[in-house]
């Protein structure tokens, strides 16, 4: 018998990818806009910018520029964690980090869906930031458990969604009309539902205690609140927006302007008002709720663990300098402040990787590649790694970030749930809880990176013919 041709994860990935934008240009507008003008920004950044055009044509990262985007939803229970944990595994994806939100007032924790190997997040970059509800940081009894029944209730998997999910566990990979059959299925978990699952009380009791928890248990599934779209300038596509009828958050999330980004930079626009049918209300006397916004990002390098604490620790100064949260009245300030504290964050490649402070990916260069040839043998001792960079053999880019930062994801969170909805849950943070109602443990993003950078230097030694020691 011969083996079925499985469709690769990958492809499927991609697919699914585009289908949930085409979902969300449908569902919100503005979204489409938001596209158009982080792509007018991108095209003129490649334009003006020779040095970011190359470099991103040596790393690859130039093909997958327009496919980038991340997505985010909201979950009530372990069940729809691990299941989703399972659909998402059909398209490649694997849950990466730990993100406890409760610190910042918000009664999630959360990870993200993603790729993991550099080769699959060429193909498709897609990442889906997914949050649990953590129904326990109720405190009344009653709303709690009402909750918990109503979300026991609910079923955000189509039946053959979840077929298809088995048969990919049993058989190892889906045929590619089942792979297509699958994508359109799955979909449907993240559409927007306008009937909601409770009556026009119910949700105001929900939405008193937090708004947040009434977005996840009123709904029939957890629909995408965003879709975010990858921008080389977060800050002309911050300042264009207003122009297209846009209105940005006050303060761009994350570190501030750099010759050389890290990290991760995001801002977003305020959620919509949108109708809702409560279960005691008919057609024309509808409800509304705010659940989608729209949200951009600039990516930069990912930090080591020393590269990572100096940024949490500059990042905490600023806001410990700022009297209060960053919000309209202090954005000026805050931006300020951000600037003064991370000009210790040194703003140049090479500092930056002597310093231990990012992950790079290194390649052989055209000079490299002539002198490994007429060296021949003789270069086979132990080659150093710096030394071939000195002698421009080898040339090192920085590794992209592709993960989230949780402060930032709070900011997020808490300028579309409106100022008011902080709450105090103390830090309860529990990552073994998370991992039993995921059913898996997270992956450490850390490693990951580590891993990337190693094969590539694998690679640079592959080519020379050399011995290379491992960098870490
Ligand atoms: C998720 C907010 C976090 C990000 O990019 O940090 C996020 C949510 O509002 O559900 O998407
Ligand atoms: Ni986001």
């Not at 939100?101 to 190997?117: D, E, I, K, M």
């Not at 207003?242 to 990290?263: C, Y």
């Not at 209060?324 to 990787?353: C, T």
């Not at 109602?437 to 050399?466: F, H, M, N, P, W």
Request: hydrophobic share 40%.
């Amino acid at each position: 018998m011969s083996t079925p041709a499985f469709v690769s994860p990958d492809t499927l990935r991609g697919r699914f990818s585009r289908a949930m934008s085409d979902m969300y240009k449908q569902e919100v507008p503005l979204y489409g806009d938001l596209l158009a003008l982080v792509g007018e920004v991108n095209s003129k950044v490649l334009a003006e910018q020779p040095a970011v055009a190359a470099s991103l044509h040596r790393t690859g990262e130039i093909e997958r520029l327009d496919m980038e985007r991340h997505g985010a939803i909201r979950l009530g229970s372990a069940y729809e964690l691990a299941t989703i944990r399972r659909l998402f595994a059909v398209l490649g994806m694997q849950p990466v980090g730990y993100y406890d939100l409760t610190s910042a007032g918000v009664p999630v924790h959360s990870t993200a869906f993603r790729a993991v190997h550099e080769h699959a997040l060429q193909t498709s970059p897609f990442r889906v930031f997914t949050s649990l509800l953590r129904l326990e940081l109720i405190d009344n009894p009653a709303l709690r458990q009402r909750a918990q029944t109503i979300l026991d209730q609910r079923q955000i998997f189509t039946p053959l969604a979840l077929s298809l999910i088995e048969q990919f566990e049993r058989e190892g990979g889906l045929s590619p009309a089942d792979g297509e059959t699958f994508v359109e299925q799955a979909l449907e978990t993240f559409r927007w539902h306008r009937e909601a699952t409770v009556s026009a009380t119910e949700y105001q009791a929900l939405h008193d205690e937090h708004r947040l928890i009434a977005d996840v248990v009123a709904f029939k599934g957890p629909h995408i609140n965003h879709l975010t779209p990858r921008t080389l300038d977060i800050d002309q596509v911050q300042a264009g927006m207003p122009g297209k009828g846009i209105a940005p958050k006050a303060v761009i999330e994350g570190p501030p302007t750099r010759r050389h980004p890290i990290l991760l930079r995001q801002t977003s626009f305020k959620a919509l008002q949108e109708h809702v049918a409560f279960t005691d209300q008919h057609e024309g006397a509808m409800g509304s709720h705010t659940a989608r916004f729209g949200e951009i990002e600039q990516r930069g390098a990912a930090l080591t663990a020393k590269g990572r604490a100096l940024y949490d620790r500059l990042l905490n100064a600023s806001r410990q300098a700022l009297a209060g949260f960053p919000a309209e009245g202090n954005a000026h300030e805050y931006m300020a402040l951000l600037g003064e504290q991370f000009s210790e964050f040194p703003d140049d490649l090479m500092q930056m990787r002597e310093q231990g402070l990012a992950f790079f990916r290194y390649f052989v260069t055209d000079e490299g590649r002539e002198a490994g040839a007429f060296a021949g043998k003789t270069r086979s001792h132990k080659g150093d790694l710096q030394s071939l960079v000195e002698a421009g053999h080898v040339r090192f880019e920085p590794l992209v970030y592709e993960d989230f930062l949780p402060v930032s994801a709070a900011g997020i969170f808490q300028s579309n749930l409106g100022d008011h909805a902080q709450a105090d849950y103390g830090t309860q943070s529990n990552q073994a809880d998370f991992e039993r109602a995921l059913g898996a443990k997270v992956i450490d993003e850390l490693g990951l990176y580590a891993e990337t950078e190693q094969r590539s230097i694998e690679q640079c030694a592959r080519e020379l013919g050399v011995e290379l020691q491992a960098l870490r």
